[in-house]
T-cell receptor
Framework: DTAVSQTPKYLVTQMGNDKSIKCEQNLGHDTMYWYKQDSKKFLKIMFSYNNKELIINETVPNRFSPKSPDKAHLNLHINSLELGDSAVYFC????????????FGPGTRLTVT | AQKITQTQPGMFVQEKEAVTLDCTYDTSDPSYGLFWYKQPSSGEMIFLIYQGSYDQQNATEGRYSLNFQKARKSANLVISASQLGDSAMYFCAMRWFSSGAQKLVFGQGTRLTINP
């Protein structure tokens, strides 16, 4: 059983389109995260939700909107895609908001053409 | 501002040797956590080890140990008896709380290559 899953694994789309990436975890965790990893492998946190409540919201364009319908899901919707949005997006989860281990999903490689 | 620095963009080590990956951090908060993650070429992120700022002893997990030197603000990862499967990117990360909000930052990563 996959602990943290993301769909799709690959996403190729044109500039200006709107797309969503879905994330689900079956670990019973109450905290989920979205990260962006750029072409230089730099990993940056974007958002975090605890019990469906937003607790981390880094400086991210308004075109990115996370949605957490329940504790097991955290989806990422991106409007008006730009070339600079091309990256690998990782979802992760953890139990609690303290200094705990995070379990990462396999990543979604987004390519904007 | 809080920051994580990994000064080694790449390292090459012979199999079975021990290897130390450097990580320094900058924070004025007394409470924080330090993590190391491994990212193989397949792309997934794998948690390796955690050290809390108040932990008295260095963390160890199998072949991984964290050399925590609080006064120097360093949290180096030591891998003993390296194996070919250890070839990967390694990221150091720090987590802390600021004004009731949680913060998290990753270093630039070190690409480790184990030679047979």
């Amino acid at each position: 059983d996959t602990a943290v899953s993301q769909t799709p694994k690959y996403l190729v789309t044109q500039m200006g389109n709107d797309k969503s990436i879905k994330c689900e975890q079956n670990l019973g965790h109450d905290t989920m995260y979205w990260y962006k990893q750029d072409s230089k492998k730099f990993l940056k946190i974007m958002f975090s939700y605890n019990n469906k409540e937003l607790i981390i919201n880094e400086t991210v364009p308004n075109r990115f909107s996370p949605k957490s319908p329940d504790k097991a899901h955290l989806n990422l919707h991106i409007n008006s895609l730009e070339l600079g949005d091309s990256a690998v997006y990782f979802c992760a989860s953890s139990q609690g908001t303290g200094f705990t281990e995070q379990y990462f999903g396999p990543g979604t490689r987004l390519t904007v053409t | 501002a809080q920051k994580i620095t990994q000064t080694q963009p790449g390292m090459f080590v012979q199999e079975k040797e021990a290897v130390t990956l450097d990580c320094t951090y900058d924070t004025s908060d007394p409470s924080y956590g330090l993590f190391w993650y491994k990212q193989p070429s397949s792309g997934e992120m794998i948690f390796l080890i955690y050290q809390g700022s108040y932990d008295q002893q260095n963390a160890t997990e199998g072949r991984y140990s964290l050399n925590f030197q609080k006064a120097r603000k360093s949290a180096n990862l030591v891998i003993s008896a390296s194996q070919l499967g250890d070839s990967a990117m390694y990221f150091c990360a720090m987590r802390w709380f600021s004004s009731g909000a949680q913060k998290l930052v990753f270093g630039q990563g070190t690409r480790l290559t184990i030679n047979p």
